[in-house]
């Protein structure tokens, strides 16, 4: 750090920030302003650039011109360089002759012969004014005459299509003023002006070190237990994006000795350091301990009312902010972009964040923590009365639900539920909304993805929101989406989906999934056996585990009936996707279950064949018409879709 920083170093109020605050939550709002507090006001990290490096980042001083712009007078046109008052009696019955001089002036050219009564110099566009000449009149309003000479048939008033030396910029005169973002506008002002160099803020250097045993960086193998570190990637993005350079140092396993070695290191070097994960305050949570030796003040806010995102930890060391974001993926990036984003921004010079925002309303309640701030992640639709808002039901481990979203909404810590039917202020991720021209609510199959892909070549934006096959139905039936992808098993008529539809909806078949018992290939209680035998070899097993599906799944249903009276080990474990039932036997954390052939294939697990399972579409009618409604239809009964359900597993009904 240079002495740049010397105001940074002994924050005001240093002395009132209580070292005990991280045994209690804050409040948003309470933990941001002790942050800023420590922080600011701080020196700039100002740097002399070429404009050329400039752009997006803001000007520490005034840009004041030392020439006219333009520099001289010059013609606007091209045509000739005239005295006024010779053209004064000129008109259509008494053109006036004048005599041209031997000279044009060309761009470029400085004039040598003066403008003298009666004459008149041929120039171009951007051609400085001669000496005498006071206006210039267009080459398309004069006539040759003979002897070099031209005839006007209009008079020319002062000035005429003449630009004056400094008109545009005056010698003098501030062009951009101190704290301006540099855009190409203002890289061509500099230029105007002659301006090659400008003092402009240094992006803030923010080292970025995430935490994790279990960490593996993408591009290397995923070993056992392990997962991506997603959050070193997103977080270091989201940096540059706010005016930042990050320089991410890796992955730092769950050892307080290396953890200390690369944080102490990573601040030799940086205006911030950003850390991921660690945060909980568990018995491999060893950052905030860290943190408390970096430096003083150290931790402002440990535990902020946020929701995801309680762990969070805000800390001043030396002057330099030392931020731990919670490591679930979702938690971290809204953390880091509402409580980090404006620090970082203001380091750097940048106003405040200007988001789009839109009203959506939200068609089911959402239940939320009384006392935190609350951020819910929506897609939106187009409903009939306008946008809609679907909240992203995957947790804050989820990574996809940020990709998928348009926006979130905030729920203030005062509120215990947003009510179904609320309009709610959505903040966009994006500049505008792109409203989907398709949209799916209801279960997600991988099937999906071959149905729409034409859909998506064709430009259409397709939005499928996974909300299981109820959720979808009841979609369906507000009139929210166009199609609800559903397989729901009716047991008293023994049928699919039918049943379940209800008026202005209709049923369009979409495919079969057969489903059956998995198991590791190679298993001799399940390996080359019927499912009636395979089913009586799993019960006989007492160490054999299974894995069942949540309550009101179809393929539930078909494993109770199964079982019968059975409730064998691992009976409880009910996850809620075919993925997940797969995933638990090919990890051997179960030895059996049941799920549909094509995840089973993907998953290279054994499989017997037990029974179909209808995968159709309840399409809401008053939305047959719409063309993207149309295209999707056509792609369902297209050759090509067919051929590529079939090939992943799928029956085409
Ligand atoms: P922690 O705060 O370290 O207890 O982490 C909470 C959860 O976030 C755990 O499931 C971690 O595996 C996960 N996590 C932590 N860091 C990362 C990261 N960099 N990328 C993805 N997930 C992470
Ligand atoms: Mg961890």
Not at 148 to 161: D, L, M, N, V
Not at 169 to 197: K, N, P, W
């Amino acid at each position: 750090m240079g002495s740049d920083m010397t105001n940074a170093r002994s924050p005001k109020n240093r002395d009132s920030v209580d070292q005990d605050q991280f045994l209690t939550i804050l409040s948003r709002e309470d933990a941001l302003g002790r942050f800023e507090a420590a922080l600011f006001p701080r020196a700039m990290l100002s740097e002399h650039r070429p404009i050329s490096d400039a752009l997006g980042r803001a000007l520490v001083e005034d840009i004041v011109s030392d020439i006219d712009v333009p520099p001289f007078d010059r013609s606007n046109v091209d045509g000739f360089a005239v005295r006024s008052a010779d053209l004064a009696s000129a008109s259509e019955a008494t053109p006036v002759r004048l005599v041209l001089n031997d000279e044009i002036i060309a761009c470029g050219t400085a004039p040598g012969r003066p403008v003298l009564s009666g004459t008149a110099t041929s120039i171009a566009t951007g051609g400085p004014l001669p000496r005498g000449a006071d206006a210039i009149v267009m080459v398309e309003h004069t006539q040759p005459a003979s002897g070099r000479a031209i005839e006007i048939r209009r008079a020319a008033s002062p000035g005429q299509f003449v630009s004056y030396a400094g008109s545009d910029i005056a010698r003098g005169e501030a062009v951009l003023r101190a704290g301006t973002v540099i855009g190409s506008r203002e890289t061509g002002m500099c230029a105007a002006c002659g301006i090659a160099t400008v003092s402009i803020l240094r992006r803030p250097r923010v080292a970025v070190i995430s935490t994790g045993d279990e960490l593996v960086q993408p591009g290397e193998k995923l070993r056992p237990a392990a997962i991506y570190d997603s959050n070193g990637a997103i977080v270091s993005a989201a940096i540059n994006e706010n005016g930042g350079e990050a320089v991410f140092r890796g992955a730092i396993a769950d050892d307080e000795a290396k953890l200390e070695a690369a944080m102490r290191r990573a601040l030799e070097t940086s205006d911030m350091l950003v850390l991921s994960g660690g945060t909980s305050k568990g018995a491999g949570d060893v950052s905030h301990r860290i943190i408390a030796r970096l430096g003083k003040p150290g931790i402002i806010a440990h535990g902020v009312a946020l929701k995801p995102g309680k762990p969070l930890c805000l800390a001043v060391c030396d002057g330099i902010p030392v931020v731990i974001l919670p490591g679930f993926p979702t938690s971290a990036m809204f953390t880091f972009h509402d409580m980090i984003v404006p620090v970082l921004r203001r380091m750097a010079g940048l106003p405040p964040r200007s988001d789009a925002k839109v009203t959506a309303k939200v068609p089911v309640r959402i239940a939320s923590e009384l006392g935190r701030t609350e951020f819910v992640m929506v897609s939106l639709v187009e409903g009939a009365g306008g946008l809609i808002a679907y909240p992203s039901g995957k947790g804050s481990g989820a990574i996809t639900s940020f990709a998928q979203a348009d926006g979130f909404l905030k729920i203030d810590a005062l509120a215990d539920q947003m009510p179904a039917g609320s309009d709610a202020e959505v903040t966009l991720f994006t500049p505008h909304v792109r409203v989907p021209d398709l949209v799916i609510v209801g279960s997600h199959c991988t099937g999906l993805d071959l149905v729409t892909a034409p859909l998506a070549r064709a430009g259409l934006v397709v939005r499928s929101v996974a909300v299981g096959s109820l959720g979808g139905l009841a979609a369906a039936k507000r009139g929210e989406c166009d199609f609800a992808p559903i397989h729901l098993f009716d047991e008293k008529s023994e049928t699919y989906n039918t049943p379940f539809l209800g008026d202005g909806l209709e049923l369009v078949p979409g495919w079969r999934r057969m489903q059956g018992i998995v198991f590791r290939p190679g298993d001799a209680r399940f390996e080359g056996l019927g499912a009636e035998a395979a089913l009586r070899a799993a019960l006989a097993d007492s160490a054999c585990i299974m894995v069942n599906r949540n309550q009101g799944a179809g393929t539930r249903i078909l494993i109770d009936r199964l079982l019968g009276d059975a409730r064998p080990d691992g009976y409880w474990n009910q996850p809620r996707s075919h993925n997940a039932v797969a995933a638990a036997i090919a990890q051997a954390r179960a030895d059996w279950g049941m799920t549909i052939a094509p995840v089973a294939h993907a998953s290279r697990l054994g499989f017997i064949p037990l029974a179909e399972e209808h995968y159709d579409f309840a399409l809401v009618s008053a939305r047959k018409q719409r063309p993207a409604v149309q295209a999707f239809l056509q792609a369902l009964t297209s050759e090509e879709s067919r051929a590529a359900l079939a090939r992943a597993g799928f029956r085409p009904a």
